[in-house]
């Protein structure tokens, strides 16, 4: 995923082919900062959306699921 993230809007991911009923951690990366937690669906799928901080500074930032 690439693209523009604005300091204070929201962000959704989606993800598939996860084990279903696991629980994933969606992180905002250069200093992790935690937006979101999702359960995987019984489909193996998950959509959530989290909240960029207004602190977040400029830069390349990377969005990882754990």
């Not at 009923?21 to 200093?31: M, N, P, Q, W």
């Amino acid at each position: 995923m690439a693209g523009d993230l604005v300091v204070g809007g929201t962000i959704t991911v989606t993800g598939s082919a996860f084990e279903p009923g696991t629980a994933v951690v969606i992180e905002l990366r250069s200093d992790p900062v935690q937006l979101a937690t999702a359960t995987v669906g019984g489909d193996g799928t998950f959509s959530v959306t989290g909240t960029i901080p207004s602190d977040t500074p400029a830069g390349t930032h990377q969005i990882v699921v754990m």
